[in-house]
Nanobody
């Protein structure tokens, strides 16, 4: 099985920065994509940033230009640099991995971390 462990969350004032990390453990055969999602109280989980195995990135308009996702392929670790944070960025941030754990798997599966809280005060 694979485990995803997020770190780097915390409390910051508006305009500040945080860097989230997501470390993976366990045997992974291949990774299709890794990403960050967030969920604020009473809201649905939403995509924050995504990076594919080829390095292609995706951001919603709400974070474009402020957040940057990067990946260390050797460590299967993904990072999220968050700058110019706003109170509306407050949420639990989850790491996601889409991939295969063995050569016998036909389809990619989705795996989630436990989440890390990010709180931005005005």
């Amino acid at each position: 099985q694979v485990q995803l462990v997020e770190s780097g969350g915390g409390s910051v004032q508006a305009g500040g920065s945080l860097r989230l990390s997501c470390a993976t453990s366990g045997s992974i055969f291949s990774i299709n994509a890794m990403g960050w999602y967030r969920q604020a109280p009473g809201k649905q989980r939403e995509l924050v940033a995504r990076i594919t195995s080829s390095g292609s990135t995706t951001y919603p308009d709400s974070v474009k230009g402020r957040f940057t996702i990067s990946r260390d392929n050797a460590k299967n670790t993904v990072y999220l640099q968050m700058n110019s944070l706003k109170p509306e960025d407050t949420a639990v941030y989850y790491c996601n991995l889409i991939g295969k754990l063995s050569t016998t798997e036909i389809y990619n599966r989705s795996y989630w971390g436990q989440g890390t809280q990010v709180t931005v005060s005005s």
